[in-house]
């Protein structure tokens, strides 16, 4: 497999390909404009001394004249009376050309300039008194060092920009880099701040998220284990009674034999309320479903369905995980009968933009103390209340209320007993974060 650039080289790739894109730039902008100035502010000096020498030239007899044209001679400045040569290169120099276009349009007549390079670059300035005159203005050439001094600056500023690059490289992938250190710690548990002081905004959200999913994952390895254990804890008593039973020869006696199926039930009970525990329901598409038609269906079911009473308009409906929410349902009429006592009731609400399904019961209710721990897998309630069960029914509520959106509530009711309530949204969404569980003291009877 190819080894993949590291995450250095491809900032450090980039921004010095920045750097030097934005050199070549400036250097384009900055030679365009240094040539306008140039061909202005020299093309007015040579035609402010063409037209003084043509002045100068048209007086041979004044010996003032000719001290100073012998002085701009020194400087580079003769008239001839020859023609123009052909340059010795195909391109004349851009400057150069630029001021001959200047001193042309200046005298207003271009073909009065003629810009030649042998390999010296010269004006030629054709006399406005004799047109058989030239005036001759030498211009030194410093391109050879001009380009080397360009090489020389090119050179210079590429080490300037790879340098900055390297340095901003650096400082990008350095909190990165302390970050891929940090990763295992912050999927142990480790303080998010551990190591990562004066890291950018982004990379310490990033580390949030890393600890975030860490403690879920440990969160997920601490139910998993815990369900392990608490199967384990579970099948044992009733295998143990059917494996007496089926020592002492009890199938033979009906009424033994409906405690070996009874146990057979409670181990199918509680390996189903484990699978679904594990699988959670996320998975299940909304369908819309009436909510007073399932709980009437659920409570149709019970053993003593006349101890059961449900309040709710004729018809609810709304989008809902139909078998999550039958189950989360029948768990906590499961919980009522199992632990409480009658009347029991199921209420349905539906409000602006929420359901409640309340289920109530008449028993003794529940300690303050463990109310704030249901629904914590494997937790039973029974030295509160009595009774059986797995431990995973609340869970599996607050579950269901959890990918839709809502919360599970429990609360000791006045009088005695009771209340859990599911409600969410409407539409229901997923959410990401754990199941919600509140509860308080007491609740509206």
């Not at 400082?171 to 302390?178: G, Q, Y």
């Not at 594990?278 to 909304?286: K, Q």
């Amino acid at each position: 497999m190819k080894r993949a650039p590291s995450t250095f080289a491809l900032v450090l790739v980039l921004v010095a390909a920045a750097l030097l894109l934005a050199l070549v730039l400036s250097s384009a902008l900055q030679r365009r404009f240094g040539r306008q100035v140039v061909s202005d502010s020299y093309g007015r000096l040579a035609l402010a001394t063409a037209l003084a020498t043509d002045e100068l030239a048209s007086r041979p007899q004044d010996p003032a004249a000719r001290r100073v044209l012998g002085s701009l001679r020194l400087l580079g400045v003769h008239v001839s009376d020859g023609q123009p040569p052909a340059s010795s290169v195909r391109r004349i120099a851009p400057a150069l050309a630029a001021v001959a276009r200047t001193v042309g349009t200046a005298l207003g007549d271009p073909s009065r300039v003629v810009a030649t390079q042998t390999p010296d670059s010269q004006l030629w300035v054709r006399s406005a008194r004799d047109p058989a005159r030239w005036i001759v203005l030498r211009t030194p050439s410093y391109r050879s060092r001009l380009l080397d001094s360009a090489l020389s600056l090119s050179v210079f500023a590429a080490l300037i920009a790879l340098a900055a690059a390297g340095l901003a490289a650096r400082l990008v992938t350095r909190p990165l880099e302390r970050l891929a250190a940090q990763a295992p710690g912050l999927l142990a548990g480790a303080p998010t701040g551990a190591g990562l002081e004066g890291s950018p905004r982004e990379v310490r959200r990033l580390a949030d998220a890393i600890g975030n999913a860490g403690e879920r994952l440990r969160a997920v390895a601490r139910e998993r284990e815990l369900m392990l254990a608490g199967i384990s804890h579970d099948l044992r008593t009733p295998l143990a009674r059917l494996r007496l039973a089926l020592e002492l020869g009890d199938a033979g006696d009906p009424v033994r034999r409906d405690a070996m199926v009874a146990d057979l039930e409670e181990l199918d009970g509680a390996l189903e309320q484990c699978l679904a525990f594990v699988r959670e329901g996320r998975d299940e598409a909304l369908l819309p479903t009436d909510l007073a038609t399932l709980a009437g269906q659920l409570l149709a079911l019970r053993l003593q369905p006349d101890d059961w009473q449900l309040e709710s308009p004729a018809e609810v409906t709304v989008p809902v995980r139909p078998t999550l929410l039958r189950r989360a349902l029948g768990n906590l009429i499961d919980n009522a009968e199992r632990y409480g006592a009658p009347p029991f009731a199921v209420t349905l609400a539906r409000m602006d933009k929420a359901i409640e399904i309340r289920v109530t019961d008449r028993g003794s209710g529940v300690p303050p103390g463990l109310l704030g721990r249901l629904g914590q897998p494997f937790l039973r309630g029974d030295p509160a209340r009595g009774g059986g069960g797995s431990g995973l029914g609340l869970s599996i509520a607050a579950r269901a209320a959890h990918w839709h959106g809502g919360e599970l509530l429990l609360a000791n009711r006045t009088g005695g007993g009771l209340a859990a309530t599911l409600r969410f949204s409407i539409p229901t969404c997923t959410a990401a974060a754990p199941p919600a569980r509140k509860h308080s003291g007491v609740s509206p009877p």
